[in-house]
């Protein structure tokens, strides 16, 4: 059983950047490929980013491509969401994911994965 736990949100300008990160705990890292996912008010679960257990895969919703950078540190049981340019689109809750497989490289849909963290809100004032 994994648990996850994001932290990093928080109130920006438009324009402005943040780091989010989410911690893992209880299991192995690095046997699993990693998402971000978001959810505004009113709408569903929405895709953000993936990376596969080593880092050496990525891939982005087209929404973010561009301005926002995934990555992972398998020493720290951490992965992190750099967000740049933000837009007041980008306004929503985000959640990290674990996948159990571990070269899961296109995973878009909630279902392929199987923990999740609580969230933490990100907010983008125009």
């Known amino acids: 059983q994994v648990q996850l736990v994001e932290s990093g949100g928080g109130l920006v300008q438009a324009g402005g950047s943040l780091r989010l990160s989410c911690a893992a705990s209880?299991?192995?890292?690095?046997?699993?490929?990693m998402g971000w996912f978001r959810q505004a008010p009113g709408k569903e679960r929405e895709f953000v980013a993936i990376?596969?257990?080593?880092?050496?895969?990525?891939y982005y919703a087209d929404s973010v491509k561009g301005r926002f950078t995934i990555s992972r540190d398998n020493a720290k049981n951490t992965v992190y969401l750099q967000m740049n340019s933000l837009k007041p689109e980008d306004t929503a809750i985000y959640y990290c994911?674990?996948?159990?497989?571990?070269?899961?490289?296109?995973?878009?849909?909630?279902?392929?994965?199987?923990?999740w963290g609580q969230g933490t809100q990100v907010t983008v004032s125009s």
């Open positions: 990376i596969n257990w080593s880092g050496g895969s990525t």
């Open positions: 994911a674990a996948d159990r497989d571990p070269w899961a490289r296109i995973n878009r849909q909630f279902y392929e994965y199987d923990y």
């Open positions: 209880g299991g192995t890292f690095s046997s699993y490929a």
